[in-house]
């Protein structure tokens, strides 16, 4: 996936309201950007940080500057960390339409966005007429507490944990799920659930994969102009 052209360096110099973020220019004036990321960014807001953002040319919104890219260091030197979660659904899009996902090559149509359960929708919809359809639900991972291990959630939700519910009632009916980590660290090596931030999201999880519910997990490969799936990693216990 091609991010937008020209990302504009800043420094962070707060992250307030979950969706707002005050960051410095490289002339030295302070604007507000938007934060497309409702979870807590753990290891990420710190003040100072080096940031990019986009800009856009719409004339109509009122914080013209996104939040795209932070620098961190978790453990084994500066790396770019993608932290807007509208991304991770545009990637796996690329990733499907290209046959980078061994596990969902094999489908003849892929849908958006569908609606199913009691009030969810799912990110994507694989069919074929040969093969029972395939539901796949995208979670965007930006968290790592320790060198090589992402975690998910970095906050309670409740929605996650619906969306695990619905899944496993999907593979009842004789579908088959998927539950998809797209991890932004492109230095991870393994992805855990962080039952110690969300235990009823680790039960949850628990239950849909012993119902049958499929776990995957692929990192990213990023730099200024891009963000692409990349490798698969390995899912712990």
């Known amino acids: 996936m091609k991010l937008p052209l020209d990302l504009v360096p800043a420094i962070l110099v707060r992250r307030y309201k979950r969706f707002l973020a005050d960051v410095e220019l490289a002339d030295g004036s302070i604007i507000t950007a938007h934060v497309a990321n409702p979870g807590a960014m753990i290891g990420l807001q ?5 940031v990019w953002l986009s800009l856009s040319t719409s004339k109509t919104r009122k914080l013209p500057y996104s939040w795209e890219l932070v620098e961190a260091d978790f453990g084994n030197g500066p790396e770019l960390v993608g932290v807007n979660t509208i991304h991770p659904n545009a990637i796996v899009a690329e990733a499907l339409a290209e046959g980078a996902i061994p596990e969902l090559t094999g489908y003849a149509s892929i849908r958006r ?11 994507f919809l694989l069919e074929h007429s040969d093969r029972p359809p395939c539901y796949v639900e995208v979670k965007n991972v930006h968290m790592m507490r320790k060198p090589g291990l992402a975690e998910f959630p970095d906050s309670v939700t409740a929605r996650g944990a619906r969306h695990l519910e619905e899944l496993a009632a999907m593979v009842a009916l004789g579908a088959r799920a998927v539950l998809l980590f797209v991890v932004q660290i492109g230095s991870s090596q393994r992805v855990a659930v962080a039952r110690d931030i969300d235990p009823a999201y680790g039960r949850a ?26 490798r698969k990693v390995v899912i712990e216990p």
Do not use: M, N, Q
């Not at 710190?46 to 080096?50: F, S």
């Not at 966005?113 to 990110?123: C, F, H, I, P, T």
């Not at 628990?206 to 499929?214: C, F, I, P, S, T």
């Open 113 to 123: 966005e569908v609606k199913y359960g009691e009030k969810s929708r799912v990110d």
């Open 46 to 50: 710190a003040p100072g940080a080096r």
């Open 205 to 230: 999880f628990d239950k849909a994969r012993a119902a049958g519910v499929e776990v995957l997990a692929y990192t990213c490969a990023i730099d200024h102009g891009s963000i692409v799936l990349a």
